[in-house]
């Protein structure tokens, strides 16, 4: 095949290994220096074939949803041993606009006589509604919840958040912080995620909710979640948050 038979190849494997949530499919073919620029934070990107491989179990879990991940549009230019890719696909849950495409832009390079990807990057065209911004954030925690990130779940939280929580109530973003790292400390797998989230904003300010689905060492559990953002300088940030569960009498 030519160098760009070989990279289309490559690419539509690694969007059908996407698909299935075939993690070691994902991974195969990508260098150890990968530099990725994802839709959510980091905002300085994802570094390093370890930092990739945290990244994707989140998006698989959101994808066993109902959402889709398939190429509409390839193209491929290659030279010698460098070649550069560009795409768009369909990426979105089954309540998505369907219109909305994922953007994607693959560097490569051969190594030992095989190409391996060294860049990507990913994004969706800018809408500034607020509720597409306050869905992200929200879907960064459960990626950072995942990865046990703690410095990437306090990205989204204002220094005077106040937050309601099962143990008792907090205020600011210190005592917030050692809450939360004691939540990411409790097992070997934590999860966190909302799957019915509804959202709506006004201007600066946007209010969420939905039930909460927390697993952490194989125990599931569920809250009732509240959270209020504010935008400020340009970013939206929770200033406050309420969880409770039913009170059985």
């Known amino acids: 095949m030519t160098n760009e038979e070989q990279i289309r190849t490559l690419i539509q494997s690694w969007a059908t290994a996407v698909h299935d949530g075939d993690l070691p499919a994902v991974l195969a073919d ?3 220096d990968i530099v990725v620029y994802d839709v959510p934070p980091p905002y300085d990107g994802v570094r390093g074939i370890e930092a990739y491989e945290q990244a994707w179990p989140p998006f698989f879990q959101w994808q066993q949803q109902g959402a889709t991940f398939d190429i509409v549009e390839l193209e491929v230019t290659a030279g010698d041993d460098v070649a550069f890719a560009f795409a768009l696909l369909r990426c979105g849950g089954k309540d998505d606009d369907p219109a909305n495409r994922l953007r994607l832009t693959i560097g490569l390079r051969k190594e030992n006589g095989r190409w391996v990807v060294t860049h990507e990057h990913h ?4 809408v500034d ?3 597409t911004a306050v869905r992200a954030v929200q879907r960064h925690w459960s990626e950072r ?3 046990k990130d703690l410095a990437g779940l306090m990205e989204n939280i204002d220094d005077d ?5 099962h143990a008792g109530n907090y205020d600011g973003i210190d005592d917030l912080r050692e809450v939360c790292r004691a939540g990411l400390e409790t097992g070997d797998d934590v999860t966190f995620e909302t ?9 600066d300010i946007a209010v969420s909710w939905g039930l909460d689905h927390v697993r952490a060492d194989g ?3 569920w809250s009732r979640g509240t959270r209020v953002f504010r935008k400020k300088n340009g970013r939206w940030l929770m200033v ?3 969880l409770s569960v039913p009170l059985d009498r």
């Open 195 to 203: 799957p019915d989230l509804t959202v709506i904003t006004r201007e």
């Open 161 to 165: 958040i106040v937050s309601y929580e």
């Open 30 to 32: 990508h260098s150890d």
């Open 129 to 131: 509604d607020g509720e």
């Open 145 to 147: 919840t995942a990865a």
């Open 240 to 242: 406050h948050q309420h």
């Open 123 to 126: 994004s969706f065209p800018h």
């Open 219 to 221: 125990v599931d559990s």
